[in-house]
Nanobody, 127 residues
Framework: QVQLVESGGGLVQAGGSLRLSCTAS????????MGWFRQAPGKERAFVSA????????YVADSVKGRFTVSKDSAKNTVYLQMNSLKPEDTAIYYC????????????????????WGQGTQVTVSS
């Protein structure tokens, strides 16, 4: 089993920045990739970003490209989502996720491809 704990959410004004963290514990050696998703009220969970467990491959959704970056600190088993130039439409609960199994050539971008989920952290961007 893998446990994921997110932190770093909060209230920020439009144009501001936040850095979310997601720390993995347990059988982390089974994780090929990690991802970030977000869910706004009344909307489906949406893909934001993914990173390979080695940190060598990353992908960011077009909706946040140029503003969000994903990175990983292997020593801390922690993945980060740096969010800059935040907009009110970025308001959502942000979840980190991890998949299991074999390493894939393509980073997973759909929620059903992930096996473990954190509890989520609220990000609110005021206008």
């Amino acid at each position: 089993q893998v446990q994921l704990v997110e932190s770093g959410g909060g209230l920020v004004q439009a144009g501001g920045s936040l850095r979310l963290s997601c720390t993995a514990s347990g059988r982390t050696f089974t994780i090929p990739n990690m991802g970030w998703f977000r869910q706004a009220p009344g909307k489906e969970r949406a893909f934001v970003s993914a990173i390979s467990w080695s940190g060598g491959r990353t992908y960011v959704a077009d909706s946040v490209k140029g503003r969000f970056t994903v990175s990983k600190d292997s020593a801390k088993n922690t993945v980060y989502l740096q969010m800059n130039s935040l907009k009110p439409e970025d308001t959502a609960i942000y979840y980190c996720a991890a998949d299991k199994g074999a390493t894939t050539l393509v980073l997973p971008k759909f929620a059903y491809e992930y096996d473990y989920w954190g509890q989520g952290t609220q990000v609110t961007v005021s206008s």
